[in-house]
């Protein structure tokens, strides 16, 4: 069965570093998103991203926050200057075309120290 | 009013037992439904999907969605320890690409 490939599985950053966050999508899923999830709480969404830009994103996706798919395959969360609140598991998850649910991969635990 | 809910838990069954997982929306423009299943430092895992109203049943597992109520509900049947997991219902509405999901619901079966 198709896999959403997400790398590293967990990374440790210190506090104002800059992190970058990769997902190989389903190869033939169009639509593409970022969502968070703190420990303990609720699934967040952060962004999508279709046809090589954003079509949609939330008030967590600041500045601090961009997405790109550099070389058609890579599908990438960069945050610019972590800060300790943006410890948490960070999904990646694609959408085909008819299809209902998404498919997420397993995710990167963020740790900021 | 939080835009859905759902009772966190924990909530523990004896194996075999039937499991009722809820969750209550407020926006009634969602027209579709999904349950996720997630282990521990997991991503989550899709196991139903609904549109509009209705039933529909996959194996031991039944999903129900009453739009008039803005209630969904996941049944799971002859429930087995390798069910224990935090259930996700998510749900979004025809236009947007992104789904709202409720906090979750812990679920323990013990052997």
């Known amino acids: 069965e198709p896999e959403v490939t997400q790398t590293p599985s967990h990374q440790v950053t210190q506090m104002g570093q800059e992190v970058i966050l990769r997902c190989v999508p389903i190869s033939n899923h169009l639509y593409f998103y970022w969502y968070r999830q703190i420990l303990g709480q609720k699934v967040e969404f952060l962004v999508s991203?279709?046809?090589?830009?954003?079509?949609?994103k939330s008030e967590i996706f600041d500045d601090q926050f961009s997405v790109e798919r550099p070389d058609g395959s890579n599908f990438t969360l960069k945050i610019r200057s972590t800060k300790l609140e943006d410890s948490a598991m960070y999904f990646c998850a694609t959408f085909g075309t008819g299809l209902y649910g998404y498919t997420f991969g397993s995710g990167t635990r963020l740790t900021v120290v | 009013q939080k835009e859905v809910e759902q009772d966190p838990g924990p909530l523990s069954v004896p194996e075999g037992a039937i499991v009722s997982l809820n969750c209550t929306y407020s926006?009634?423009?969602?027209?579709?439904f999904m349950w996720y299943r997630q282990y521990s430092r997991k991503g989550p895992e899709l196991l139903m999907y609904?549109?509009?109203?209705g039933n529909k049943e996959d194996g031991r597992f039944t999903a129900q969605v009453d739009k008039s109520s803005k209630y969904i509900s996941l049944f799971i049947r002859d429930s087995q320890p390798s069910d224990s997991a935090t259930y996700l219902c998510?749900?979004?509405?025809?236009?947007?690409?992104?789904?709202?999901f409720g906090p979750g619901t812990r679920l323990s079966v013990l052997p």
């Open positions: 609904t549109y509009s109203s």
């Open positions: 998510a749900m979004r509405d025809n236009y947007g690409q992104n789904f709202v």
């Open positions: 926006n009634s423009a969602f027209q579709y």
């Open positions: 991203f279709y046809n090589n830009e954003i079509s949609e």
